[in-house]
């Protein structure tokens, strides 16, 4: 493997868990009905950068692991690092140097959009001209699938790594002109014995659809009115690589993947959920924090502290625990006091 790489946690990820892995692994290792278990499914229900889950399968403290999400760019991410197909390591070298030696490239969807806004006007070049390169491999059959995502992964993180940003594509720096500074960086795939099953669909239609038997159903929903697929749709177009037609200063697509939980309607989703996963689950870990008061309206949290405790209270035996945490701030908002809630529902 080319050095350096990307490991699945080097991204800026709003709401990210990277900080407080400790803390979320010492919590799961303490609930007295895990010891029971032979056949430990472990089911993250809105898996984001992925990097609980990767803690637990390094930590092999579950046999079957479940990762979801809707985001486009978070699944190919899972597939690139997670899935257990064999790959061509030499041929992805081969491509790693080829990618890093263009110059003198033709404007393309990414350059004409993105040019000297996110990116420089060369680095958006070279960004559209790998995006189109490894659909091109894969429709010719020149690499596998599981090369296509390792391929479409290390583009996203080396984008992400380099875009003139505050860490989301809400906007990007005005008064920063954006310079060339794009290399393409490999990302660094995870083998493991593990069942990984990664799925793709909105939580709650999944929750009710499962039938396997959980062992923990790790939920980290989004907290506020930010949606992530609007927070993050400069990689999930590059993701699905549709060039759609965008719009505004941020240059967003058409909206796509609306969570409810960024909405009035965040408590019903969230009881829905709960109701349609403590049936085959033997604890529910909800994560969640206390910012209530932010000075950012869409930053303030959906649902209360309280009414978490009483849905979840409703399915079986809560404790809580509660850890100081310091947020990520993609931008001037200011974060107080701000703890990180874990809540774990021992369902009845």
Do not use: W
Not at 91 to 118: I, M, P, T, V, W
Not at 237 to 254: D, H, V
Request: glycine letters at 4%; aromatic letters at 12%; one cysteine or more.
């Amino acid at each position: 493997m080319a050095s350096p790489c990307f490991n699945i946690a080097n991204r800026r990820y709003t709401g990210a868990k990277t900080k407080i892995l400790n803390e979320i692994g010492a919590v799961i290792a303490s609930i007295p009905s895990l010891e029971k278990q032979k056949n430990k499914v472990f089911f993250d229900v809105f898996a984001g950068t992925g990097v609980v889950s990767e803690f637990f399968i390094r930590q092999n403290s579950f046999t079957h692991f479940i990762l979801n999400d809707f985001l486009h760019a978070n699944h190919a991410i899972y597939q690139a690092f997670l899935s257990q197909e064999p790959f061509n390591q030499a041929l992805l070298n081969s491509l790693h140097d080829r990618y890093n030696a263009l110059d003198h490239l033709e404007d393309n969807y990414y350059s004409k959009h993105f040019g000297g806004k996110f990116f420089s006007l060369l680095d958006a070049q070279k960004i559209g001209f790998i995006r189109s390169d490894i659909d091109r491999l894969r429709h010719t059959h020149a690499i596998t699938q599981k090369e296509f995502y390792i391929l479409l992964a290390s583009l996203l993180f080396s984008v992400d790594k380099i875009a003139n940003t505050v860490g989301h594509y809400d906007a990007y720096r005005k008064n920063t002109p954006p310079q060339d500074r794009f290399k393409f960086v490999p990302i660094q795939p995870i083998q493991t014995p593990h069942i990984i099953d990664i799925r793709q669909m909105d939580a709650n239609t999944l929750a009710k659809n499962l039938d396997i038997p959980i062992a923990i159903a790790f939920i980290d929903p989004p907290y506020n009115s930010r949606q992530y697929s609007r927070f993050y749709h400069l990689l999930e177009t590059l993701a699905k690589n549709n060039q759609p037609k965008l719009y505004g200063q941020a240059l967003k697509p058409q909206p796509e993947n609306m969570s409810a939980y960024c909405k009035v309607e965040a408590k019903i989703a969230f009881k829905n959920l709960v109701q349609a996963l403590a049936p085959k689950t033997k604890a529910l870990v909800v994560t969640y924090n206390n910012t209530y008061t932010s000075k950012s309206n869409s930053s303030q949290n959906k649902i209360t502290l309280q009414e978490i405790s009483t849905i979840l209270q409703s399915c079986g035996k809560l404790t809580t625990h509660e850890f100081p945490f310091k947020a990520f701030s993609a931008g001037k908002t200011e974060f107080e006091a701000h703890k990180e809630y874990i809540f774990v529902c021992e369902v009845k």
